[in-house]
């Protein structure tokens, strides 16, 4: 079914039409009948899959025309996503006289104040900017009819979902059409939706608890004190065009990011201690492909539009399996074919236990051919031959008797 047949507003159409869009993805296609019939909506859909467009494309059209008040808000867990969504939404409406405006921390307020002074209809923020906003008397949502709670998971995992609270009792239930988008429902998310929506209906798209089949995916064992050798064995022998790195902590990113540099690697960061310019500026080079490397904390595994990434390697296990999944989803994208390496020490064997039981398949363990390793149990309890046979896919990468290896590494 083209978009035309949608419901969509004729100046919404006319922007889809100029990002080239030609045919709704599934989410797109189930979701936005249901939005424009005035339903309350939970979605679940992978990343890339054209979750934004699918909730922003109706209420644009709902919305029709610019009025002095905000009647759209959208809140996301982080600075980048917002900007992100801000600048999708302002394409998608660009043919319209809707006002679109972005409010987050790390940056000055002077813009986001003349924004709001100036009138929005479409609000984009983060929940504790905007809580800031609020109690400046600088911002009001009791005119909202659309409330959008994005990520909503990754707002629980980090600490928001009192502040998420706060925020909705300020838009008024009554006319209030709300929409969850979150990849797990865990008990805490189950509670707001019985608290913030009234009868949703439930849209989920592919199988969150599979990696996507064109990303083939190992695990390192290796000894505690041998893991960063091992990152740059790995890094000078494999054949990679672009590569995510992730680090569980802010400060092990800035350690392997100094480590890599020392290593000649073009490296950037990104994680939340970084001011809103320092991530901009190692997005825009990752992109730019200036930074062949990102070192990253869990804020780049979820939503960002970072596209052709070769390799994700996982120097630390995460703790939790779904961002198992949303790391090394970021490469293997829009069919293309990518590699998700993860360096195992002794003490992630129960956490590499836990995503082996979430997404039901067991993940093979390999060793990097004549790299010299030093003892770890690791060994003794996953024999390097339940790797045999693995492909790794475009880039030439293989592993034959349960050693993995591969030619030499492709620079810029």
Sequence with gaps: ????????????????????????????????????????????????????????????????????????????????????????????ARFTDLQVAVVFGGVGYGRQLDDLKRGVDVLVATPGRLLDHLGRGTCRLDKITHLVLDEADRMLDMGFLPDVKRIVEKCPRAQRQTLLFSATIPPEIETLIRWAMKAPQTIEIGARRTPAETVKHVIYPVADAQKSDLLLALLERVNYESVIIFCRTKHGADRVAHLLKRNNHAVAVLHSNRTQKEREQALRGFRDGRFEVLVATDIASRGLDIADVSHVVNYDVPQHPEDYIHRIGRTGRAEASGDAFTLMVAEDAKHVIAIERFICQKIPRVKLENFDYRYTALFDHDKPGQARGYSGGARGVRVHGGYHFAPGRRRR
């Excluded at 035309?4 to 039409?17: C, D, F, I, N």
């Excluded at 699918?54 to 867990?77: C, G, V, Y």
């Design 1 to 92: 079914m083209p978009f035309t047949k949608l419901g969509l507003s004729p100046a919404v159409l006319e922007g889809v039409k100029a990002m080239g869009y030609v045919e709704p993805t599934p989410i797109q296609l189930r979701a936005i009948p249901i939005i424009m019939a005035g339903h309350d909506v939970i979605g679940s859909a992978q990343t890339g899959t054209g979750k934004t467009a699918a909730f922003a494309l109706p209420i644009l059209s709902k919305l029709e025309t610019h009025q002095p008040h905000t009647r759209m808000l959208i809140l996301e867990p982080t600075r980048e996503l917002a900007a992100q969504v801000e600048t999708a939404i302002r394409d998608f």
